[in-house]
């Protein structure tokens, strides 16, 4: 358009027509050197793309490393300073509690009532009742027990284990009239108490001997019980019998964990029955309902 404009005016002006053809020719070259330089620019541009796509992969892992080794430091220092400033706070809230005794009083309540919370919420058995006596053991005789249960099992109350006094019987019957109070507290049914008793006798002499070994499972039900104790003790051969008789002495186990052992450990075992000893049990439940335990 522009060149146009300018014919109009230099026609208008009276120029002939070999001028105008003059000015035409100098507008188109000088056009054309304009694109030359333009080809120039952009060949050269095309080049430089070239000789990017040309860099080895190499140089560009290369520079990839370089970068990645330059930033890490400063998130490593990053890091190590906030972890710093955590266990800074962590510290300095130790350090608080350590210098105040109200903070420890309080997290001695609040731990205690975690504990009973959770021990509430547990199955409890509890036993309570006495050792009565025994009979068919003569006189000057005690009892050693003790009540046996699994390792879930976990005593809070009571005494687990005991003895009696010695009885010196005016009749059939030596009576103890011991007291059994054990309050548990557990989280399976298995190794449910069974109560394991021996049978002391102390003679004119002041020997204490055994006379015999016994157990029985603790009722699984509530209630009142009257249970019953079948004693027996172990044989000897003919010789050390012989010398029992005379001397005392009796064959006593070498383990009185073998007393409610399993029939499998007890086979070899040679044993003449003994006395009974009677024993009264209450039995109290909790939480047993909540775990789905019937009784």
């Known amino acids: 358009m522009a060149s146009t404009d300018e014919d109009v005016k230099a026609a208008d002006r009276g120029d002939d027509a070999d001028a105008i053809s003059e000015r ?3 507008r188109r070259e000088r056009r054309g050197a ?10 050269r541009r095309r080049r430089g793309r070239r000789d990017d796509d040309d860099e080895g992969e ?12 330059t930033s890490r430091p400063r998130d490593v220092s990053r890091s190590r300073s906030r972890a710093r400033d955590d266990g800074g706070r962590e510290g300095g809230a130790a350090d608080r509690i350590l210098r105040d005794p109200t903070l420890q009083a309080a997290m ?4 205690k009532r975690k504990a009973l919370k959770e021990a509430e919420s547990r199955p409890e058995v509890h036993v309570i009742g006495e050792i009565v006596g025994a009979t068919d053991f003569g006189t000057g005789v005690s009892c050693k027990w003790a009540l046996v249960a699994g390792e879930k099992w976990e005593v809070l109350n009571g005494e687990a284990a005991g003895q009696t006094h010695t009885d010196y019987a005016m009749g059939d019957m030596a009576v103890w009239a011991h007291p059994l109070d054990v309050h548990y507290v557990t989280g399976t049914v298995h190794g449910w108490p069974r109560l394991t008793v021996q049978v002391w006798k102390l003679d004119e002499y002041g020997r204490n001997e055994i006379q015999a070994y016994g157990f029985v ?5 509530a209630g009142s019980f009257d249970l019953e104790v079948s004693t027996w003790r172990p044989l000897g051969s003919h010789g050390v019998e012989v010398g029992a008789f005379f001397l005392g002495s009796k064959p006593q186990l070498a383990s009185s964990a073998m007393v409610c052992a399993d029939v499998s450990d007890r086979y070899r075992l040679t044993t003449e029955s003994a006395g009974t000893v009677h024993v009264h049990v209450d039995m109290v439940f909790k ?9």
């Open 58 to 69: 190499g140089d560009r892992r290369e520079r990839r490393a370089i970068e990645r080794s």
């Open 217 to 221: 499972h603790m009722p699984a039900s």
């Open 24 to 26: 035409r020719r100098a």
């Open 287 to 295: 939480n047993l309902d909540a775990h789905k335990v019937e009784w």
């Open 108 to 111: 001695a309540d609040n731990l």
């Open 34 to 43: 304009g694109g030359d330089d333009d080809d120039d620019s952009s060949s």
